[in-house]
């Protein structure tokens, strides 16, 4: 079955300490796109990529790292600089053509402890 | 900077009735996307609307899109506690989409 998968779907990190979500796609997307929802709010768009090797920062990249070494996959890392990283994560992909559509993984729900 | 807004956030419906959600942008697009959000729950892909006057309905949601107003609209028709959710719309501009803030729904039976 074609999807975006994400993982883990719970995570707990320490102060101080950087953590890696995993987005996976099997759906042959160009773009690849990092969300973050807190409680009762809408998305908020972290980086997203539209090629292999190339990312570009959205409304909220300080404290956040991506890579793109692969079509497939958009790891996102939260480093110990995001001081409020308790959020739920959603990653979407979609094509980049004329009928483009955001498609999302489960999400990734991260927590400090 | 594009601004998605929707109205309103909040809407508590009883059964059977009727109701409409806004979803107004601030920049030239014909690209509009809904999506529903159960709690705890990723998005959910509901309508894709991608001309000017298009139209599309899918059970008791209706969407529409007015590119030169702006502004879509989810319509609503006899409520069903089933339809309980957050609903947001989005636009794809400049390779991104934009989503709107969101608009939690809640049917009372």
């Known amino acids: 079955d074609g999807g975006i998968t994400q993982s883990p779907k719970y995570l707990f990190r320490k102060e101080g300490q950087n953590v890696t979500l995993s987005c996976e796609q099997n759906?042959?997307?160009?773009?690849m796109y990092w969300y973050r929802q807190d409680p009762g709010q809408g998305l908020r768009l972290i980086y997203y990529?539209?090629?292999?090797?190339?990312?570009q920062k959205g409304d909220i990249a300080e404290g956040y790292s991506v890579s793109r070494e692969k079509k497939e996959s958009f790891p996102l890392t939260v480093t110990s600089a995001q001081k409020n990283p308790t959020a739920f994560y959603l990653c979407?992909?979609?094509?980049?053509?004329?009928?483009?559509?955001?498609?999302f993984g489960q999400g990734t729900r991260l927590t400090v402890v | 900077e594009l601004k998605v807004e929707q109205n309103p956030l909040f809407l508590s419906m009883q059964e059977g009735k009727n109701y409409t959600i806004y979803c107004n942008y601030s920049?030239?697009?014909?690209?509009l996307y809904w999506y529903r959000q159960d709690p705890g729950k990723s998005l959910e892909s509901l309508f894709v609307?991608?001309?000017?006057?298009a139209v599309k309905q899918e059970g008791r949601l209706m969407a529409s899109l007015d590119t030169k107003a702006r502004l879509s609209t989810l319509h609503i028709t006899a409520a069903v506690h089933d339809l309980s959710a957050t609903y947001f719309c989005?636009?794809?501009?400049?390779?991104?989409?934009?989503f709107g803030t969101g608009t939690s729904l809640t049917v009372i039976p």
């Open positions: 979407a992909s979609s094509t980049i053509d004329r009928y483009t559509e955001a498609f």
């Open positions: 759906l042959n997307h160009d773009a």
């Open positions: 990529s539209q090629i292999v090797n190339d990312f």
């Open positions: 920049t030239t697009s014909d690209r």
């Open positions: 609307l991608l001309s000017n006057g």
């Open positions: 989005a636009v794809y501009y400049w390779n991104q989409f934009y």
